[in-house]
């Protein structure tokens, strides 16, 4: 159990954090302790749309924004991984 289960979302899907930090999401801790990393990102009103709508194949990013936000995710996922 995380410390921030109930005001957090969570998921080991790096392109979705990607995509959600497009949006302004704040990625609060990466868990490295489960053999697939878990990124926990702060419950803001209409994450779980965003969620939704990259589920389904109908949220668009902007490219170049996308790819510097999946290179950030990755830093932290890696940097997380060093500790």
């Not at 939704?52 to 890696?78: D, G, I, W």
Request: a negative charge; glycine letters at 2%.
């Amino acid at each position: 159990m995380h410390e921030h289960e109930n005001d957090s979302f969570e998921s080991s899907d790096l392109s979705l954090v990607a995509a959600l930090c497009c949006f302004g999401a704040v990625i609060e801790s990466v868990d490295r302790s489960v053999p697939r990393a878990v990124f926990y990102i702060r419950r803001e009103k209409g994450l779980d749309q965003l969620v939704q709508a990259f589920r389904s194949h109908s949220l668009q990013v902007e490219p170049l924004a996308y790819f510097n936000t999946l290179k950030e995710a990755k830093s932290r996922l890696y940097s997380a991984a060093i500790r």
